[in-house]
């Protein structure tokens, strides 16, 4: 929340709902003042507590400048307010000689992007900066290298796609007001030659930005992303980390990633998400389950011939031999609870349906991305 500001009670901010695009970026950010109203576009709400901000903070969080306040705004906020990083002036100096870096900047202005048209839908991709640039106030007020998570928003007007970002974080905000090559927002047009029947888009934290225009309503009727994907009520408890199977998901500054040529869909990383944070790859919300009430891995011993390719496909050694004394002496496979995640990998691999995991979520296919997971070298 940015610093309160005094502010005359006759002072309020009102939306221009014509320049309104429905980003949410004012809702998310001031709830207090901001909610999407039933006709798709922010409006402010009753008894507003404007007194909250910043009034310019909230006028500059808004892309299109849609925002509006009654009063005379105040200063942009002020790096000189935060305190001084002793020693900052040797680090400083370790960098201001550098060559900028072409590619980051490049980002700052929409510049990275790839445009492709498929069966169905046209995909644009637009890769947002991930690093604050080195300027001299990064170093002295101590702020991150690691760019945070910056908004973004797409519309159409007319036969243009118009993409629009920004710079959330309030004190990176201010410091994109020292330099050129750093502006607070940029929009990006792109011209679109085709009929477009919808669109869905996200924003992953690894700072790749996904439109996807469709072309045709059967390919929007059963589209689905590649992967699972972490939204933004992540908090980094890294929960979802150490249960993947494939080492799918990283940690990012303020959310964790997943990568989508390895995740398998296998939803296990939702079902143990404390915070309802990970949608699946139809954008349905993977529900959690209490960790005790977690199903584990089961064997049908009677159909297990031991040919051992649950044990080698299991990333926890949750799988194990033992013999089976009671009937022909032969190994059969053996599950320790404690060590079982529930992800299914040893059920796709049993071609005798010998081992299951009695969990809802079933795999429509394998997919390509399993098949690779099992064929290189795991």
Not at 80 to 96: N, P, Q, S
């Amino acid at each position: 929340m940015a610093d309160a500001q005094t502010t005359a009670v006759t002072d309020t901010f009102r939306v221009d709902k014509e320049a309104c695009i429905a980003c949410d970026a004012c809702c998310q950010e001031f709830p207090e003042v901001f909610f999407m109203d039933t006709d798709d576009k922010a409006n402010v709400v009753d008894n507003q507590q404007a007194d909250l901000y910043n009034a310019r903070t909230v006028v500059e969080i808004c892309p299109t400048d849609a925002i509006h306040f009654s009063g005379e705004l105040p200063e942009a906020e002020d790096l000189t307010t935060l305190e001084e990083v002793d020693g900052w002036e040797l680090e400083w100096a370790k960098h201001r000689n550098l060559p900028e870096n072409a590619l980051e900047r490049d980002r700052r202005y929409g510049r990275d992007f790839e445009v492709t048209e498929h069966e169905g839908y046209v995909l644009v991709e637009l890769r947002l900066p991930t690093m604050v640039p080195a300027l001299r106030d990064r170093f002295r007020y101590g702020l991150p290298e690691i760019m945070p998570e910056y908004g973004a928003h797409a519309y159409q007007q007319g036969s243009k796609l118009m993409l629009t970002a920004w710079v959330k974080d309030p004190k990176i905000r201010a410091l994109a007001g020292t330099s050129n090559s750093f502006p607070s927002q940029f929009t990006k047009e792109f011209e679109i030659k085709r009929d477009i029947v919808g669109s869905v888009q996200r924003n992953d934290a690894h700072g790749i930005y996904q439109v996807v225009l469709f072309t045709d309503v059967e390919t929007q009727m059963n589209w689905e992303w590649k992967a699972h994907f972490i939204t933004t009520l992540c908090t980094s408890c890294g929960i979802c980390e150490r249960v993947c199977p494939t080492n799918a998901i990283t940690s990012g500054d303020e959310r964790f990633h997943i990568e989508p040529d390895l995740c398998i869909n296998c939803s296990v990383c939702g079902v143990y998400c404390p915070f309802d944070a990970i949608n699946d790859n139809s954008e349905i919300l993977v529900e959690k389950i209490k960790p005790k009430q977690i199903p584990k891995a089961e064997v049908h011993e009677e159909l297990c011939t031991g040919c051992r390719f649950c044990e080698d496909v299991c990333p926890f050694d949750a799988i194990g031999m033992k013999m089976d004394t009671e009937n022909s002496f032969q190994l059969i496979a053996e599950v320790y609870a404690k060590k079982c995640t529930s992800c299914k990998l040893c059920e796709q691999v049993c071609i005798k349906d010998a081992i299951e995991v009695p969990r809802k979520h079933q795999f429509e296919d394998i997919g390509m991305s399993f098949m690779s997971y099992l064929t290189d070298d795991h």
